[in-house]
């Protein structure tokens, strides 16, 4: 009898002996899996798992209305401050006299209240012409008299509008709104007049003053309407005391010229002043306002001394019957 030798006997107990430990290994992985219980209470091992993904619906942005866009560009305007000219305002935004006056007829350049606002000429004729729809409501309410224009030989007219000052205070930036219509009734002008002085005291009054370079043909309608008027902020520091002294008005013989003259006196235990105005307002015999002028110091003044001025003013229309003056003086 044949006997098979005992290294392929050891063969076959260990093929069969690895069987079964795969088997076993395989059955108890089979029992650690999630769902399956093997009668033992073992902790399961968390694992990630393949999930199914949820398209988000995206919300389109809100769409945001455009900001509206103005008709016509903002001007450049310009405030005049002390010793400054339309020569010199012109170098600054390098534009050209002509045009600085262009885009500012009302403005006499002659005679160009500090404070004053220009328009800068952007070289668009439409924007230049611009103006605004809106006029602000005076802070404070003032009496106006009746506005008169006169003509004068350039083909332009002068005209003016007393406003007296009863509100009980100082106020300040006084200006009034002029609209011109000629005997057609459809050639009408805007303009803005001013005062040649920044504030009015208590119980004064003075003339508004403005000029139309090319006026509509006559005879003409005057609209006018206050536009600003404003209580003066901090008085004692912006506006300095003094008092007038050995003032003299003299008349000329056929009415038509007042020469003012006398003296500043700057009171003591204040600031310098460096701004000297003295402005002359002539009336006729009905108490209309006919003619307007401002002398300016061309130095300053100490505190507790005086300065001497000296000025003809001119009506552009009948005899002179009054005069007032006005002065101001600030740091």
């Not at 999630?34 to 091992?45: C, I, M, V, Y």
């Not at 406003?163 to 803005?192: H, K, M, Y």
């Not at 002085?197 to 009054?205: I, V």
């Not at 609209?223 to 520091?237: H, Q, S, Y």
Request: a negative charge; charged letters at 15%.
């Amino acid at each position: 009898m044949h006997k098979s030798p005992p290294i392929r006997y050891n063969e076959i107990m260990l093929r069969h002996f690895l069987l079964i430990s795969v088997l076993g290994m395989t059955l108890a992985g089979c029992l650690n899996q999630p769902g399956l219980s093997a009668g033992t209470s073992a902790a399961l091992t968390p694992y990630v798992t393949r999930t199914s993904i949820v398209q988000a619906t995206l919300q389109p942005p809100p769409t945001l209305a455009s900001p509206a866009i103005t008709a016509l560009p903002t001007q450049i305007t310009h405030t005049v401050s002390k010793g400054e000219d339309l020569g010199g305002i012109a170098t600054r935004y390098e534009v050209k006299i002509k045009d600085l006056r262009a885009a500012n007829p009302e403005i006499d350049p002659r005679m160009i209240p500090v404070g004053t606002v220009l328009i800068i000429p952007s070289g668009d004729p439409a924007q230049d012409a611009y103006q605004p729809t809106s006029i602000p409501t005076p802070v404070i309410l003032l009496k106006t008299g009746t506005p008169a224009c006169y003509p004068d030989a350039a083909g332009g007219a002068w005209c003016l509008m007393d406003v007296e000052n009863n509100s009980g205070a100082a106020v300040e930036d006084i200006s009034a709104d002029f609209v011109l219509t000629g005997s057609d009734n459809t050639n009408s002008q805007f303009r803005t007049a001013f005062g040649l002085l920044n504030r009015l005291p208590d119980n004064a009054a003075f003339p508004l003053v403005v000029y139309f370079p090319s006026a509509p043909a006559q005879p003409w309608q005057i609209n006018t309407r206050l536009r600003t008027a404003f209580p003066v902020i901090k008085e004692n520091e912006r506006y300095l005391k003094f008092s007038l002294e050995n003032a003299t008005i003299n008349i000329s013989k056929d009415g038509h010229s007042a020469k003012v003259s006398g003296l500043v006196a700057l009171q003591g235990d204040q600031t310098d002043a460096n701004i000297i105005w003295v402005a002359a307002a002539v009336y006729d015999a009905a108490g209309q306002p006919v003619g307007v002028r401002r002398w300016e110091s061309q130095v300053g003044l100490e505190s507790g001394s005086g300065l001497t001025y000296d000025m003809n003013v001119y009506s552009l229309d009948g005899p002179i019957q009054r005069t007032e003056v006005q002065v101001e003086t600030r740091p």
